[in-house]
């Protein structure tokens, strides 16, 4: 059997989904095609002296519905294939919540963690001068993602500052709040995901505290989502990240888990028994583990293509909500589809982080700084709203909520297609 790549394996998906939602050949078409992908070979002198070189990628997936918006990743595995999958989702996400965006998305291959912090911050202003023509406040903003901070978008920001000679705050989101940043953008991911969590569990008629959760991934948006149903009176009985993963049918407490990991850099600091895990009976299991755990909602929040057709038929959680971008592959939706797993998909459940950087842009180009309270009663209303269309056109068309959210973001982008004129329309005069 072949194996298809991430990208094609995102392209398939479209192509399905975009004959559900009825699309005119000639936009199909369009949305198969990224506008523009460019790579870039960024040298970077280390701290010892020597020069290494790392492949950098930027894609803006297409500019429809405005200038593109996605983040930038700092991973190993960082190839052009995943660069232009996850550039994709972007473009669908923005059309979901109803952002004035396109796709875009960026990454180095490298892994950050073998870097010093002046290695990182060289690295991440050459990412700057690397993409300078192709990145604008009107073209292409970039924002955190997948190991890059907000510390990170400060330095990008500052060297596309002293490239064009000018101030340009809204170049780039998720700044640090100090440098133009939004309150309320470092949870703005895992929020988004929980107040999503929070509809789901009432349209379902279940009892938030009877609900148990496993999250797999213990990033910026596992965290918080995390932390958030915990508050809500879920319990939050398994959490993993990329060394293993911890188990307790008590719940854990999220707050000392992420201070424990903040301490010795992993959960695996959690598995000692002078800390956390002294106070709490817990066991641990692997991450394969935690995706088969019998638990309500299952919240995978680290990498794409965790839930393939060989483990999907082991899940038995009752719904998944993908923070992660990417974590179920469409070879996989059918059998997740079959069992009845309500799936919230990624381009619904983790748009709050680029609906925050929608705001933070705003702020930005127009001098404004909101409050705390107005960015997330904005951003409650942006989520339950996005989520409610979902909800609804799937209940209505007997459509799953992943089909829903593409049928409706698909419908969004090809008016503004068709506006430009298709066959038909030029045929026809
Ligand atoms: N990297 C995040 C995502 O995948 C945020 C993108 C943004 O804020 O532009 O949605």
């Keep these: 059997m072949t194996q298809h790549s991430t990208f094609e394996d995102a392209l398939f ?46 894609c803006r997936y297409n500019n429809y519905l405005g200038p593109t918006k996605g983040g930038v990743r700092f991973h190993p595995n960082v190839n052009e294939d995943e660069v232009k999958a996850l550039a994709l989702w972007m473009t669908i996400k923005c059309a979901v919540v109803g952002l004035p965006f396109g796709g875009a998305k960026g990454g180095i291959t490298v892994n950050p963690k073998e870097l010093s912090p002046m290695e990182l911050e060289r690295l991440s202003r050459a990412y700057m001068r690397g993409f300078a023509d192709f990145i604008g406040p009107h073209l292409d903003i970039p924002a955190p993602d997948v190991y890059t901070n907000s510390r990170i978008m400060g330095w990008m920001m500052a060297e596309y500052e002293s490239i064009h000679r000018t101030h340009a705050p809204d170049v780039i ?83 000392s888990l992420w201070q424990e ?8 600091g959690v598995y000692c028994d002078d800390s956390v895990c002294g106070i709490i009976e817990h066991s641990t299991i692997t991450n394969e583990q935690l995706l088969a755990l019998d638990v309500d909602i299952l919240i995978p929040a680290a990498l794409e293509g965790v839930i393939t057709k060989h483990n999907a038929k082991d899940i038995k959680a009752k719904a998944i909500v993908e923070i992660a971008n990417g974590p179920i592959l469409f070879e996989a939706d059918d059998i997740i589809n079959t069992k009845g797993i309500k799936v919230i998909p990624d381009v619904l459940a983790n748009a709050g982080g680029v609906t925050v950087s929608y705001f933070e842009w705003i702020q930005n180009r127009s001098g404004q700084s909101w409050s705390l309270e107005k960015v997330q009663s904005q951003l409650k209303e942006k989520m339950t709203s996005a989520f409610d269309t979902v909800w609804t056109l799937a209940e209505n068309d007997g459509l799953t909520l992943r089909e829903a959210a593409y049928v409706n973001a698909l419908k969004k982008i090809s008016r503004v297609i068709e506006a430009q004129g298709t066959r038909q329309y030029f045929v026809s005069r």
Aim: glycine residues 10%; aromatic residues 6%; charged residues 25%.
């Design 173 to 255: 989101t998720g700044k640090p709040i100090e440098l133009g940043g939004s309150l309320g953008r470092d949870d703005a991911t895992g929020r988004g995901a929980y107040l999503c969590t929070l509809e789901l569990i009432k349209k379902m008629g279940w009892t938030l505290t009877d609900i148990k959760v496993a999250v797999q991934g213990f990033g910026n948006g596992g965290y918080h989502v995390a932390r958030l149903l915990q508050q809500a009176g879920c319990k939050i009985v398994a959490v993993s990240d990329s060394q293993g993963a911890v188990y307790s049918e008590s719940g854990f407490d999220i707050e």
């Design 261 to 268: 990991k903040q301490q010795s850099k992993q959960i695996k």
């Design 13 to 58: 998906r479209l192509k399905s989904l975009a004959e559900l939602a009825n699309l005119n050949h000639e936009v199909i078409e369009a949305l198969l095609h990224p506008k523009q992908m460019m790579e870039v070979s960024l040298p970077l002198r280390m701290d010892d002296g020597s020069k290494k070189y790392y492949s950098a990628y930027r």
